[in-house]
């Protein structure tokens, strides 16, 4: 499925600094994306851990518990 109108841009993604946590990944989310930033839901996902299912203006965005993310496009 492809996001018409992303509000992350695979060029902003490459740009993200390297995240220690969830907890440092959202607050960067939230300080950088304001209103647009939603937060959502976890579950536990074997082998990798709680993930969060958040968003930005509808684009999801997927937060692992050590500060991975992956970006819907």
Not at 39 to 51: A, I, R, S, T
Request: aromatic share 22%.
């Amino acid at each position: 499925m492809t996001y018409f109108g992303l509000a992350i841009s695979r060029e902003d993604e490459a740009n993200f600094p390297e995240f220690n946590s969830y907890v440092e990944a959202r607050e960067y989310f939230k300080n950088r994306y304001g209103d647009k930033y939603n937060y959502g839901d976890w579950e536990y996902v074997d082998f990798v851990g709680k993930v969060y299912f958040d968003d930005v203006d509808g684009q999801p965005v997927q937060i692992v518990e050590d500060g991975s993310i992956h970006v819907v496009y």
